[in-house]
């Protein structure tokens, strides 16, 4: 199906006004297709953008050619087979209709749907985490002073819930990819720069409405109180016999890694205790004590993506 043609039809204008000085416009159309099986809607849609006069939408505002009036608006359309165009049933006339809108109405009939605000709501997310300390940084030990293993507490982050109309496709498909796992990289509804991180881009149904496609498309946001980067303990089957950052030539040559073994480490020269799987390190790279708590290395790894939200119109 297309429509190949639409054009204003000197024939067929009319005006007319009433004792409320109401003013009442109509014009006609003609729409030519390639298929004498097009459904009316699909003329209708096809017409809106259509050559050499496309049809005005719903709740445009009356202005044909060198006549305008900014009171009245296009309140409907009228289509209908012409066969007398050459005995052609590819042929169809649209009657368009500008008037006032009805009391008390407004002019709100005539909005773009693409122009309307975005809508918010929040929401929480739930997840757990491993619990190191407790809340005030107080490590969380037995009673032999050694950090429980794998306990998990509960925990959740607020969600920015966006809705907002868009169009095309395309675009909607392509902030999709571009902003999968992405974080902030400017400062966004009061979060600083990747504290906020995209959890999806959805989108409904292609939706019609006032004479416009378009999608509704759900944003959903997550914010941390931290920022969206990977914090590993600072941990490892292999350490330093000193400080790496140690620039002093002691004779030894260069700094040697050592299998982790149970405290005390290194005395005197001497690697002493049984092997661990697994222990905490020094920023230095040096075995940490097991009496000390475990560290984050720093700085953390940025691992997501960093986009401009605001560029997104939410």
Same mark, same amino acid.
């Given at each position: 199906?297309?429509?190949?043609?639409?054009?204003?039809?000197?024939?067929?204008?009319?005006?007319?006004?009433?004792?409320?000085?109401?003013?009442?416009?109509?014009?006609?159309?003609?729409?030519?297709?390639?298929?004498?099986?097009?459904?009316?809607?699909?003329?209708?849609?096809?017409?809106?953008?259509?050559?050499?006069?496309?049809?005005?939408?719903?709740?445009?505002?009356?202005?044909?050619?060198?006549?305008?009036?900014?009171?009245?608006?296009?309140?409907?359309?009228?289509?209908?087979?012409?066969?007398?165009?050459?005995?052609?049933?590819?042929?169809?006339?649209?009657?368009?209709?500008?008037?006032?809108?009805?009391?008390?109405?407004?002019?709100?009939?005539?909005?773009?749907?693409?122009?309307?605000?975005?809508?918010?709501?929040?929401?929480?997310?739930?997840?757990?985490?491993?619990?190191?300390?407790?809340?005030?940084?107080?490590?969380?030990?037995?009673?032999?002073?050694?950090?429980?293993?794998?306990?998990?507490? &509960? *925990?959740?982050? $607020?969600? /920015?819930?966006?809705?907002?109309?868009?169009?095309?496709?395309?675009?909607?498909?392509? +902030? =999709?990819?571009?902003?999968?796992?992405?974080?902030?990289?400017?400062?966004?509804?009061?979060?600083?720069?990747?504290?906020?991180?995209?959890?999806?881009?959805?989108?409904?149904?292609?939706?019609?409405?006032?004479?416009?496609?378009?999608?509704?498309?759900?944003?959903?946001?997550?914010?941390?109180?931290?920022?969206?980067?990977?914090?590993?303990?600072?941990?490892?089957?292999?350490?330093?016999?000193?400080?790496?950052?140690?620039?002093?030539?002691?004779?030894?040559?260069?700094?040697?890694?050592?299998?982790?073994?149970?405290?005390?480490?290194?005395?005197?020269?001497?690697?002493?205790?049984?092997?661990?799987?697994?222990?905490?390190?020094?920023?230095?790279?040096?075995?940490? &004590? *097991?009496?000390? $708590?475990? /560290?984050?290395?720093?700085?953390?790894?940025?691992?997501?993506?960093?986009?401009?939200? +605001? =560029?997104?119109?939410?």
């Amino acid at each position: 199906m297309a429509v190949i043609g639409c054009r204003l039809r000197e024939e067929g204008s009319t005006f007319s006004i009433d004792s409320s000085f109401r003013r009442m416009y109509q014009h006609q159309y003609l729409i030519e297709t390639n298929n004498v099986n097009d459904l009316q809607i699909d003329v209708y849609l096809g017409a809106l953008t259509s050559t050499p006069d496309p049809l005005p939408k719903i709740g445009a505002k009356y202005h044909v050619t060198n006549d305008q009036d900014n009171n009245a608006f296009l309140l409907g359309a009228q289509l209908k087979r012409y066969e007398e165009e050459k005995g052609s049933r590819r042929h169809w006339l649209a009657d368009c209709n500008w008037g006032p809108p009805e009391p008390g109405q407004g002019t709100t009939f005539a909005e773009n749907p693409l122009n309307r605000p975005a809508k918010y709501s929040l929401e929480w997310a739930n997840y757990t985490r491993v619990l190191e300390t407790d809340i005030s940084g107080k490590p969380v030990l037995n009673s032999a002073d050694d950090l429980f293993e794998a306990i998990e507490q &509960d *925990d959740a982050r $607020p969600v /920015l819930v966006v809705t907002k109309n868009e169009w095309p496709l395309e675009i909607i498909i392509a +902030n =999709a990819i571009a902003y999968k796992n992405a974080v902030n990289s400017d400062t966004f509804h009061g979060a600083g720069p990747r504290q906020a991180k995209m959890e999806s881009i959805t989108s409904g149904q292609l939706l019609f409405e006032n004479g416009y496609d378009f999608y509704n498309v759900t944003y959903r946001i997550q914010f941390n109180d931290t920022f969206w980067d990977m914090k590993l303990v600072d941990r490892g089957r292999q350490c330093y016999d000193r400080p790496k950052t140690d620039s002093i030539d002691d004779g030894m040559g260069g700094m040697i890694k050592l299998a982790t073994k149970a405290w005390p480490r290194v005395k005197s020269g001497e690697h002493k205790g049984e092997f661990l799987e697994l222990c905490n390190l020094n920023p230095d790279g040096t075995q940490r &004590d *097991d009496t000390l $708590p475990a /560290l984050f290395k720093e700085p953390a790894y940025r691992i997501y993506p960093e986009k401009p939200f +605001n =560029a997104l119109g939410i």
